[in-house]
């Protein structure tokens, strides 16, 4: 049976725990779905209207069909006037993943300007991406709610910094926001304000303004990406799975969940990995709470993490690995063809929508991200300075790094790095999952490390692991380790910034590197007040070589908690 086949006759046949089919338990969710029946997501009354107010990425389509060829001229003018060199997008979570999708799919076409994303607030990450001279670059200014901290603090560095380089400001900045948020109160003569429909949620936003402003500026040809999305779109109208390829996806992720089969395997060619990350926002935050959600995990790097009665699989185009195997739902994208992402993004949000139906949860908020910020602003106060001590742990000191932990036994005796180790290394079993919560630079060397951290878990009885790099992932799984399944195991791994690197943010009290050590304390309470098993690990002045006798000291501790040797194999450390 083919793999799409089999998500359907799964999606079709198989019986919840009521004994209910398939086909009587979720019954005609395409056409609920179309009609706005928010009860499919069996929320209390009081949030129908909520609800309600985030379905306009159904109508997504065919609403920028009707301005793109407005856009594509605006993007064309824009290139050709010769202004700009390239073109920069401030932005974080649903407002930026989309614009890195196209980034990383499309070459600046005839008409069109390179595409970076910032969407980060190391202070070491902000001077390698933007460059030097920012004279010739515009700016796109992204957020929703446009009271994102991130998106208008780096607003304000960039905004003093071409003011500093002898620019005026102004002409170099576009904003996209919805109509009188903060973002758009700031606007004030910026060269482009572009309001998105405000029932169109950040995650949901790929095929808006949020996505098709930065694609059209690229030279993307927005009306043929958004005619491919319409025909995909025609497909998601029926109520058969046979017929409804979305609906297919959806049942198939929904009732895995249901089953006990939540961890997603997501296999992706290299060349896909960006569309990974945005599948990843999408089902952690949509579906990840009140105790319940899919896992996405992205099966690269050298971890493998097929087999488990717990997961199931999806493959995307070829899969990048020949070993993933037999999967449960083949997506159809491949690299080469490029204008085939907009039906998949639409694919995407449709098989949310439906798998968090079933599951019962509300896939359009969001209430563990907003509880983490308010931590970080508690830490960052005013002042720059911490707003309060983090929860009690036990803690140890070595040279390279020292540790914090907090978990079930934190407070049995034994308060060595070994023990500390040894005693999280103890919660991680098949059942669970690990998160490597990365607060570091994202070079290349210290990414190699943070894969070699995976790859050891794997290594030890196909522990699946993921990784995400903060800040960008507080608003992408961040919702999902508070508010989803009690099953995560976190390790959180903090640097303080190279000596003369730190740079204050204008108009506010603090500097980046101070936000950014925030951000981890708020995520750390975050999840201790969740109940979460985490251990920090403070890197110290030489962090690659903390990194290695991090890692050195977490297989050890991989290994006699699992009673036997570890495969090298799964495990080598980086050249």
């Not at 109208?237 to 198939?252: E, I, K, V, W």
């Not at 390790?491 to 050590?517: C, K, M, N, S, W």
Request: proline share 6%; aromatic share 8%; glycine share 12%.
């Amino acid at each position: 049976m083919a793999p799409l086949d089999r998500a359907r006759a799964f999606a079709l046949t198989d019986t919840d725990r009521g004994g209910n089919t398939g086909a009587q338990a979720h019954a005609n969710l395409a056409s609920r779905l179309w009609r706005r029946d928010v009860s499919m997501w069996h929320q209390p009354a009081a949030r129908a209207a909520a609800l309600a107010a985030r379905l306009g990425w159904l109508d997504s389509i065919d609403w920028m069909r009707e301005r793109a060829g407005e856009l594509q001229a605006w993007a064309g003018a824009i290139a050709a006037s010769g202004h700009y060199r390239r073109v920069i997008l401030l932005g974080m979570g649903g407002s930026s993943l989309a614009p890195a999708v196209f980034a990383s799919l499309f070459a600046p076409g005839p008409g069109g300007l390179p595409l970076t994303v910032i969407d980060t607030t190391h202070p070491g990450d902000l001077a390698g991406r933007a460059g030097r001279d920012w004279r010739r670059c515009l700016f796109i200014v992204s957020s929703k709610s446009g009271a994102t901290v991130e998106t208008v603090d780096l607003y304000h560095f960039f905004r003093a910094g071409l003011a500093a380089q002898g620019a005026e400001p102004s002409p170099h900045f576009v904003m996209i926001t919805d109509r009188d948020s903060p973002l758009h109160r700031l606007a004030g003569d910026c060269k482009r304000v572009f309001i998105n429909p405000s029932d169109i949620g950040g995650r949901y936003s790929a095929l808006s303004y949020f996505g098709l402003v930065p694609a059209a500026l690229l030279g993307v040809n927005i009306g043929r990406l958004l005619a491919r999305a319409r025909d995909f779109c025609a497909t998601t109208r029926t109520d058969d799975p046979r017929q409804n390829p979305a609906l297919a996806l959806g049942l198939l992720l929904g009732r895995s969940a249901l089953a006990g089969r939540d961890k997603l395997i997501l296999h992706l060619p290299d060349a896909l990995s960006a569309f990974g990350l945005w599948v990843e926002q999408l089902i952690a935050e949509s579906c990840g709470k009140d105790g319940r959600g899919l896992i996405p995990v992205m099966a690269d790097c050298g971890a493998r993490f097929g087999g488990g009665r717990d997961r199931i699989s999806v493959r995307v185009g070829d899969g990048g690995d020949s070993r993933a195997g037999r999967c449960d739902y083949a997506v159809p994208l491949q690299a080469h063809d490029r204008y085939q992402i907009g039906a998949e993004f639409f694919r995407w949000e449709f098989a949310t929508a439906v798998a968090a139906s079933c599951l019962r949860v509300n896939p359009f908020d969001q209430p563990d991200v907003a509880r983490a910020k308010a931590r970080t602003a508690a830490f960052i106060g005013e002042t720059g300075r911490a707003g309060g001590p983090l929860p009690h742990q036990r803690g140890a000191c070595l040279d390279e790094y020292d540790l914090v932990y907090h978990g079930a036994d934190s407070g049995q005796p034994g308060h060595s790095a070994r023990d500390l180790v040894a005693a999280f290394a103890r919660t991680l079993t098949p059942a669970t999952y690990l998160a490597l919560l990365a607060y570091l630079p994202e070079d290349p060397a210290t990414v190699e490390w943070l894969h070699c951290l995976r790859r050891q878990a794997a290594g030890r009885a196909g522990i699946v692991a993921t990784c995400g790099i903060g800040p960008r992932y507080l608003h992408s799984t961040g919702q999902l380790h508070k508010g989803g399944p009690p099953s995560g195991r976190f390790i959180q791994l903090i640097a303080d910034p190279d000596p003369g690197a730190d740079v204050p943010v204008p108009e506010r009290a603090y500097t980046f590197g101070q936000l950014h050590r925030a951000q981890a304390d708020g995520d750390f309470a975050a999840l201790v007040g969740a109940g979460r098993p985490v251990m920090r690990v403070a890197l110290k002045a030489d962090r690659l070589r903390a990194l290695a006798a991090f890692a050195s000291a977490f297989k050890s501790a991989l290994a006699a908690a699992a009673g036997r040797a570890q495969d090298a194999g799964d495990s080598d450390p980086p050249a």
